[in-house]
């Protein structure tokens, strides 16, 4: 995995690719005004090696396409890589000069030549600091002391074969995009937009295409239609002739389809947006697209019809099948979101997505963007009691959960490959927070060992984290990392997958053959692990199949890693020696296999010159490839094996078309290579030439030779060796200890069997080792390091646990909750399971694997239950107890309360639930002025007011994941007047008796009440009780104004009392319902205590008849009168 470096701060063209679709990205941040305006990378369009937010890094799926530019990197990238070809070019408006290529941010860098020499070609054969003129003569002030060892550079200026030609009326545009097909194939096609920044659109386009690689181009606007505005260029990647047009969805939602390399077009109109698409890896015709409302449609007929497949799909997580691991080729994997917002891992057929065909193949949700499909593997992510658990499923077999060592503890998890049937992970344990650790695992992923510790990790431009590693292409094994040790960061090499590490040896001598004061381990060479987000492109380090001797990287000498005084170094013998090649930061393209390097400076100058070496990187000669300066934005080379046309993209100023300049290298060679041409090359480390098991040699063009190689030759021959100990690494549960030796962990118990040993049967007994993955060797101490079958001894049960599936301690009432029996030790065909679900059920099993997927309950009633579990076989025994939560949702909460209440006097609240029996609950009382909540078990309390007003209590009732609440409010005084009140019988027939009818009635009672008397409604408050017949309590309160004067005596209590009982008693009093619809109000007794609402259902009837028994010997219009200071009996 390469790291990939924020942008830097001046305006410049930057670069990057779109993944699969080969839309290399340049575009100016800073443009408008702040930030980058460029567009940013849509979900679905990461880069194989780029990870994504949160949980697992994902190797982008090949031949993804994006619809929207990739995040901005900083500088030009060269691209190279076989497969179809499209550079996507940005320039944004009114930056002056056009700048091209700007400095990384935080880099120290020498300074450039005065900007109008450049554009007028002066101080262009400026030659490197101490290096030797053509011919050898030494530039004043340099001290040449080991010629030998020094990097030659020729100053001659050569010329290399080029043409030119300007996309004419495209000066506005500032985006490009280039498809070059390659493969024999003379065709280029070119899209050029304006992108308008303010109103974040396109608003033209042109689109363009070459039949002669380059040389001329023809505008085929009138072919697309010349009103029509493309957004987005997409090609087949098993098939370039297919080419695909996406329209501006602002305008129109259509695409327009090629099938002979872009010369005519057909237009299809869609009735959704694509986000992005995903070409299948075999079939041509098929494609998916993910829409911009998370819709996921497939089309076999290369987007002329579409289906919708699913809903609700989360973006990037989608994949076609894998062939040789699915069955069906036309089989989907996706990860979709349940109304309730939960995920799903889910495949289903292209053309036949139903509810009732799709499957899921994870039992049970996953945590949200987390599933991968890569290779053979699948991954998911599942969070349990705060901690993530990562499952695999190898060769679409049954899932099973990853396993770390023990106390690792992991907080992230990045899957950085899956190659040769091995899983290369990055994992954050506990402990860590800028660093990870790397593991390595068997073939089913299963069983994970530590590779290397404390990797430098760093968050990319779009908040992801980038792992400092990076493969070594062409050479199985070899890794490149970036170490942290005692808060210095140090570069790393294995040949043998992580089973052994050594620092570089630094270079014997610089760039002027001077020597190299370095000295292992104290002082090494150390290198910026950053690849291009482009595949096709050169970054800070690159490295090729058809070149694997030779690695090209930008970096250091001394202790450290460093962000200063950065150097270009080459390596021609797979890391095993270094040298300077440039004091100053270069990109590098690989020619003709690699026989031929191509440098061009970093700058944010115009150029005219690069550089050629024909013997990896130890003389360069000077070429010219255009006669005026150029703002270079980016370079494309050819498609396919040789590479040996290549496209420059750029400049002449900021106001002028793009310049297009054809480079053809062939004029450079003499001839084509014949076998005397070659040397052979033993792949080595540090001496030692058994490489992963193997003895390797490569053929080497000769470096006086100046031949064109053409087609790649690869390995002479490969001849195993005899496997020693360091083709082994430690197997699962041991570690490397200072002697070599793998002795098991703290943690780990070797002598425990596989849950399905049984007696009779085999297993494989570790030797505390495991054969590297992928390595060749062969006898020697194969037999003694590779683990031996043995027969199973009988054992008695130990280590007996029972858990539930998702690995909470709740359950559903009346729902399935699944059961995993688990033992560590056992003989498990011969052993009784007795399992007691603690409601009365019991069952039995006689052995566990028939309960591998779990045992399924049902429980009809909530509580805590006891569920135990008894192992027996004829050794022994073992007991395992879960103590499992049963609860059932709560619907509703009402909490019951007097109206009002008199000072210091105990009130009771109480919290009704719906249903009543939900299980465990917590509540939690906010009342009066208290900050803090009393929390109880218990659904009452009692408590006390001190002080007189309106006071609102609160309840809140926790079950399980929900919190439900309910609010009151409570009148206290020192002392009040209550009187019931009744109704014409006709209100019961409109009473549906809920609280919120209740208190719209006793809103239009006080107001009819107030009107009738003219009494300040301050003294009135009343309160229609639950249940039928209606009642309701009306409460005589007293009034103090603001002031604390004026406030009225029990006198004038008894005063208001008597004028509401004469104005009930004169049957005057009454509302209406609704049209023609009056309601009586009657006075039916004043109580000597308040009435309480007991619950929302018909229960309060009951009280109300209780009461009348109590005042039955009281005539209906007798006021009771009475005057006290306190009311005991409230």
């Known amino acids: 995995m390469g790291k990939v470096g924020a942008a830097g701060g001046s305006p410049a063209r930057l670069s990057a690719l779109l993944a699969g679709a080969g839309l290399l990205v340049l575009c100016v941040p800073g443009a408008c005004g702040g930030g980058s305006c460029c567009p940013q990378l849509p979900p679905g369009s990461a880069p194989r090696w780029a990870p994504t937010p949160g949980g697992f890094l994902r190797q982008g799926p090949r031949g993804r396409a994006a619809a929207t530019p990739l995040p901005l990197l900083g500088r030009p990238l060269f691209a190279v890589a076989p497969g179809d070809r499209a550079l996507s070019l940005e320039r944004a408006p009114g930056t002056g000069a056009s700048v091209a290529v700007a400095p990384r941010s935080g880099r120290r860098r020498r300074s450039e030549a005065d900007p109008g020499k450049a554009e007028r070609g002066e101080g262009a054969s400026r030659s490197p600091r101490g290096v030797l003129r053509d011919g050898g003569q030494q530039e004043p002030g340099t001290l040449e002391r080991d010629p030998d060892k020094a990097t030659r550079f020729r100053m001659e200026e050569l010329r290399l074969t080029s043409t030119t030609f300007a996309l004419t009326g495209d000066s506005a545009h500032n985006q490009a995009m280039v498809h070059w097909s390659g493969h ?9 937009k304006l992108y308008d920044y303010n109103l974040g659109s396109i608003t033209e386009s042109s689109l363009w295409r070459s039949t002669d690689y380059g040389t001329t181009y023809e505008k085929l606007n009138d072919k697309v239609g010349l009103k029509t505005i493309l957004s987005y260029l997409y090609v087949c990647p098993t098939n370039k002739r297919k080419i695909m047009l996406l329209t501006d969805p602002e305008i129109e939602s259509s695409l327009l389809i090629s099938s002979d390399e872009g010369a005519t077009y057909q237009k299809y109109r869609l009735n959704f947006y694509i986000q992005s698409l995903l070409f299948h890896p075999k079939q041509e015709d098929w494609i998916l697209a993910y829409s911009q409302d998370q819709k996921l449609y497939s089309s076999a007929e290369f987007g002329r019809r579409w289906q919708l497949i699913q809903e609700g799909v989360v973006p990037n997580r989608f994949y076609w099948s894998v062939m040789g691991s699915n069955k069906e080729p036309d089989l989907v994997h996706l990860e979709a979101r349940t109304v309730d917002g939960h995920s799903q891992y889910l495949t289903c057929r292209m053309q036949n997505c139903t509810e009732a065909n799709r499957n899921k193949p994870f039992p049970g949700y996953i945590d949200p963007d987390s599933l991968i499909v890569q ?55 506990w402990n860590q927070n800028d660093t990870y650790n790397l593991y390595i ?31 070594v292409a062409g050479i199985k094994g070899m890794f490149l990392a970036n170490k942290k040790i005692d808060n210095q960061v140090k570069t790393f090499i294995t040949y043998n997958k992580g089973r052994d590490w050594r620092l570089l040896q630094a270079p014997d001598t610089d760039l002027r053959g001077d020597p190299v004061q370095c000295l292992l381990p104290y002082c090494s060479l150390h290198l910026h692990l950053k690849v291009s987000e482009n595949p096709y492109t050169s970054g800070i380090i690159a490295s090729r199949d058809t070149a694997p001797s030779i690695i090209v990287a930008s970096g250091n000498i001394g202790s450290e890693l460093s962000d200063s005084d950065i150097s270009m170094f080459v390596s021609s013998d797979a890391g095993n020696t270094w040298r300077q090649i440039f004091e100053e930061e270069h990109s590098v393209l690989y020619l003709d296999q690699g026989g031929v390097l191509v440098a061009m400076k970093h700058t944010s100058l115009p150029i005219r010159h690069l550089w050629l070496s024909f013997d990896e990187g130890r003389s360069w000669s000077k070429y010219s490839f255009t006669s005026i300066p150029l703002f270079v934005d980016g370079v494309l080379g050819e498609p396919g094996e040789e590479t040996l046309i290549m496209t420059v993209f750029g400049h002449f100023s900021h106001r002028s078309e793009w310049q297009l300049v054809k480079v053809d290298y062939k004029s450079i060679f003499d001839r084509r290579c014949a076998e005397e041409d070659y040397r052979p090359w033993q792949l080595h480390s540090q001496g030692e030439a058994c490489i992963m098991g193997a003895k390797r040699i490569y053929k080497k063009r000769k470096s006086e030779r100046k031949c064109m190689q053409g087609k790649y030759a690869g390995a002479m021959e490969s001849e195993p060796c005899v496997c020693t100990e360091a083709d082994f690494d430690c197997d699962y549960g041991y570690e490397r200890h200072s002697n070599g030796q793998c002795l098991p962990a703290f943690w780990f118990n070797p002598s425990s069997l596989s849950k399905d040993c049984s007696l009779g049967q085999s297993y494989l007994n570790s030797t505390g080792y495991r054969k590297v993955v992928s390595n060749n060797c062969t006898d020697g101490v194969r037999e003694q390091y590779t683990a031996k079958p043995q027969k199973c001894p009988g054992k008695a049960p130990r280590g007996l646990r029972i858990v539930t599936a998702d690995g909470k301690l709740t359950a559903e009432q009346g729902h399935n909750v699944t059961l995993m029996v688990q033992l560590e030790e056992g003989d498990v065909q011969r052993t009784l399971i007795q399992v007691d679900f603690g409601d009365g059920i019991a069952v039995s099993y006689v052995n566990l694997s028939s309960m591998e997927d779990g045992i399924k309950h049902v429980y009809h009633n909530v509580g805590i239950f006891r569920v135990t579990v008894q192992v027996d076989n004829s050794l022994g025994s073992d007991s395992a107890v879960l103590y499992l939560h049963v609860t059932c949702p709560l619907e509703h909460v009402h909490l019951s309360l007097p109206f009002v209440t008199t000072k210091n006097k105990e009130v009771n609240a109480t919290a009704v639930l719906w249903p009543s029996q939900v299980g465990t609950l917590t509540y939690v009382w906010w009342y009066g002025n208290n900050t803090e909540p009393l929390i109880t078990l218990e659904g009452s309390i009692s408590f006390k007011f001190t002080s007189e007003g309106m006071n609102t209590i609160t309840v809140q009732v926790s079950a399980g994941n929900a919190i439900l609440q309910d609010t009151k409010t409570i009148a206290v005084y020192e002392e009040f007047r209550s009187l019931r009140l009744s109704f014409s019988p006709n209100l019961d027939d409109y009473n549906p008796d809920i609280p919120e009818w209740r208190r719209d009635i006793s809103r239009v009672i006080k107001k009819s009440l107030v009107e009738a008397t003219g009494i300040p409604a301050q003294h009135i408050l009343v309160a229609v009780l639950p249940g039928l017949p209606t009642a309701a309590e009306l409460f005589v309160l007293p009034y103090q104004d603001p002031s604390g004067e004026n406030k009225q005596s029990a006198e004038d209590l008894e005063q208001i009392s008597e004028l509401l009982i004469h104005k009930l008693n004169q049957n005057s009093m009454h509302f209406e319902l609704k049209p023609g619809v009056q309601i009586l109000v009657h006075a039916a007794h004043l109580t000597a205590a308040p009435l309480v609402d007991l619950t929302p259902t018909h229960s309060g009837s009951a009280m109300l008849m209780l009461l009348s028994v109590v005042f039955v010997g009281l005539a209906v219009f007798v006021i009771y009168k009475f005057k006290r200071k306190y009311f005991h009996s409230c």
Request: charged content about 20%.
């Open 184 to 192: 024999n194939s003379s065709v280029i096609l070119i899209l050029t």
């Open 375 to 429: 290779d053979d593997y699948v991954f998911v992510q599942l969070t349990s009691g705060g901690r993530p658990h990562y499952y695999v499923s190898y060769r679409r077999n049954a899932f099973a959960q990853m396993k770390l060592p023990k106390y690792a503890l992991p907080k992230d998890m990045h899957v950085i490959s899956t190659d040769e049937n091995q899983v290369f992970a990055a994992v954050q344990e």
């Open 441 to 471: 695992s068997d073939t089913r992923g299963v069983y994970f060992t530590l590779a290397l510790e404390n990797v430098q990790s760093s968050r990319g431009p779009e908040g992801n984290i980038m792992i400092d590693l990076y493969e």
